[in-house]
């Protein structure tokens, strides 16, 4: 008895940047929790919400965000919050609470929450320039024309 045996062989195909043309999204930060907004750039950063996802390959959109002095966190976090440095040299850490940090620089406080979410390779690395993140309400960025994401 004989099975008949198809020709055809199916491959896997991978995408490439020029597969995923790049958007541009809006997220205004103001009266947002902060773990739950990075979580959800990270994800258009990366690209996971595009059908043609690969692990490898750099698929994701650019995301603006504005108002970050105006993002928020809950609980106790204000307070237990802290950010280490460390020059490489003995007793060179230097710890910033995390009520300084949004006062000095809040474009940091979501920089570092996207860029922990983000993979720890040169991709990471590489992702993490299509994040720009503004004090106030304006943007260099409007020839691009974003579109406005809404994140609860």
């Known amino acids: ?4 045996v198809s020709k055809s062989v199916r491959t896997t195909k991978y995408a490439t940047k020029t597969d995923n043309p790049e958007k541009w ?3 205004d930060a103001e009266g947002k929790t902060l773990g739950r907004m990075a979580s959800e750039v990270a994800k258009r950063i990366r690209g996971k919400c595009s059908p043609q996802f690969t692990p490898n390959a750099d698929i994701g959109d650019f995301v603006i965000v504005i108002n970050a002095e105006k993002v928020r966190v809950t609980g106790k976090r204000a307070e237990l919050k802290d950010y280490k440095t460390h020059s490489t040299y003995p007793g060179g850490q230097k710890i910033t609470p995390y009520s300084e940090m949004i006062v ?3 474009e940091r406080v979501i920089e570092l929450a996207v860029k922990r979410m983000l993979p720890k390779t040169k991709l990471g ?3 993490l320039h299509k994040l720009k993140v503004y004090r106030g309400s304006e943007h260099p960025h409007s020839s ?3 579109i ?3 994140i609860k």
Not at 1 to 4: F, G, P, R, S, V
């Open 1 to 4: 008895m004989k099975i008949a």
């Open 25 to 27: 999204y809006l997220v």
């Open 104 to 106: 000095k620089k809040p």
């Open 125 to 127: 690395s590489h992702l």
């Open 144 to 146: 691009q024309k974003p």
């Open 148 to 150: 406005a994401l809404n």
